[in-house]
């Protein structure tokens, strides 16, 4: 045994195995203590829920060189100004809804997911529904009839019906709404928004 | 004992355990490919099955399935090599038993729930009993506390067992592997309306579990494996063990970053991401390294062939699926545009059979020699052994194909879609109707069935190899005792 070298020993690399994980996940409970914070819903990248009572655009930013969401003035959701609690209620029926109706395994959210149907991350500021004005009616058309309403672009594929009721599709809309709010570091990078008219 | 008959009760208690982990895992296998197939001939057929079996549903049994049957084909590898590596009797043995019906009832119940119900209203009951609705982990909560309560019964019965018999550095490593694996699931069971923190912690069971501790659970097995089939000497491949631990732990467990780039989580991940994931083949590259020199060193005079070239098949699958495709999009300057798209299905696929598939059928293959009383299963099998050839290289050839058209339609995807159209639905439907994209579906659907002609040899040839065999298996440890 005493031809082995120091380096190759057993023993040695025990340690640095158990010092390397442990330093290593030590690292990463910090960082998600951290990155928790910054994520909270109410911090700058992850706006509060009643941001659904605002406009929500996605604009250039010189300094960062990236598209990053813009809270503008008020635009509320159906035209009904909810309160923090009225607003976190109406996202998390629709968080609820986007789980229960297995959205996921179609769609990406954030770019994860599956990739038969288009990703969700900026549904809300998609130039698909045409106008600022048109954008509720038709996005809440189209989850609770999908078939009838269906966006193929030629491809075949229609999404199902879900039986979403006309409560939860609120609730889809409110959260896709509060979605396209987050700060995603630029993604999807070049995204060519629907025109809306700037309020601030 | 009786050579070259199916005699189960020559197997010890553990290993008789194992056998039924792994006939409930390759029926699950099957299952993968067969709704695989259908969400394949969904994208080229869209009308197919609409309304009954939608690619949703398609889609998450294909991807539930896999990762069942990857936890029991490693659950059942370690049962399987328990007894040999402690020196006693499995500790728990009955509970043990118990703990694999209810698992297997419950997902037999959640198959049945996903096809026949798929979906329910946004509500909790919904997310408790039917769906949860989170890629991967979609099991109702219901189902998780049953998993984690059989988990833990394996958990306890594999350190009990380790216990009362013998330690090794294998042992060492398996079962601190094995209590982070099962803390892990933990942080992937409780509901958040913050669609951020949800992909947090949800990456933390994901990622934490296939680039970390799956790894290094199938490193162990490797390095039993490799003692098993070829002899190879303890104290080199446990070195080798705690350096791929190393390497593994200190790239995989940072290198989850490379899933906080997009998902509103601070802009220093994209630094911490890009940097560890980029390290994360090197352990990779180190275990091809090992296996090839140490089959190399041995001759290749393997007790088992089917079993070391499937190992070695593992080598390079984890190399090139996980490493190599990996790396190829995690830093961030190209994960922005290939995020989301068929480029994360190519290495998907690569990557899940590569490290996991290979390594769970040479454990099949050691179980099968090991159920017909230790036959020979070296050279000079009957007919030349071709049905595990073929098996091998139509499996390898089909997945690799698949890889390949995915890939293709993953650049595709994010030069069209995200580079040129900016990413609306109207660009995200422009990739989707493009020629390239539509011939890349085409073949990945050609090699989705030579995928399933393998799988079918596969079948063939573990139900049959060594019936009827009259020779003992090659003796790879002369003058020592098995695991010395």
Known sequence: ?200 | MSIGENNLQGLNGGQRLAVKYFVVALALFGAQLLFGLLAGLQYLKPDLLYGVLDFSVNRMVHINAMVVWMLYGFIGSVYWLLEDESGTNVVGLKLGNLAFWVLTAAVGVVVLVYLFVQIGPGTDTTLWLINEGREYIEAPRWADIGIVACVLIFFFNVAATFMKGRWSGIAGVLVLDLVALAGLYLAGMFYTTNVSVDQYWWWWVIHLWVEATWEVLVGCIMAWGLIQTLGAKRRIVQTWLYIEVALMFGSGILGLGHHYFWIGTPEYWLTIGGFFSALEPVPLVAMVVHAVYDAGSHGFRSSNHPALAWLIAHAFGNFFGAGVWGFMHTLPQINLYTHGTQWSASHGHLAFFGAYATINIAVFYIAVQGARGGVWMSAHLPGNGWKWKWALALLNVGVVGMTVALLIAGYEQSFVERAIEGSTWAGYFAGQNHPWFLQAMHWRMIFGWVTLLGFALLVWDLFTIGAGETREARDVHPGEAATA
Not at chain 1, 96 to 106: D, G, I, L, P, S
Not at chain 1, 122 to 127: E, G, T, V
Not at chain 1, 146 to 160: S, V
């Open chain 1, 1 to 200: 045994m005493s031809e082995i070298p120091w380096w190759a020993g057993e023993g040695l690399w025990r340690k640095v195995a158990v010092w390397v994980t442990a330093g290593s996940f030590v690292v990463l409970i910090f960082l998600t203590f951290d990155s928790i914070e910054a994520i909270s819903a109410g911090s700058q990248r992850v706006p509060a829920y009643s941001v659904i009572n605002q406009q929500v655009r996605y604009e250039f930013d010189a300094a960062r060189n990236i598209q990053k969401p813009v809270i503008g003035g008020g635009a509320p959701l159906f035209g009904q100004t909810l309160d923090e609690a009225e607003a976190e209620a109406l996202v998390t029926l629709g968080k609820k809804t986007v789980q229960a109706k297995n959205c996921m395994n179609c769609h990406t959210l954030l770019g994860n997911g599956a990739y038969y149907a288009p990703d969700l991350t900026k549904a809300w500021l998609d130039p698909a529904w045409g106008s600022e004005t048109a954008r509720e009616t038709l996005m809440l058309g189209f989850l609770m009839d999908p078939t009838a309403n269906a966006r193929t672009y030629g491809t075949g594929r229609r999404m199902p019906k879900l039986d979403i009721t006309e409560q939860e599709a609120r609730g889809v809309i409110a959260f896709l709404k509060w979605m396209s709010s987050i700060d995603t570091n630029g993604f999807p990078y070049n995204f060519k928004s629907l025109a809306q008219e700037s309020r601030s």
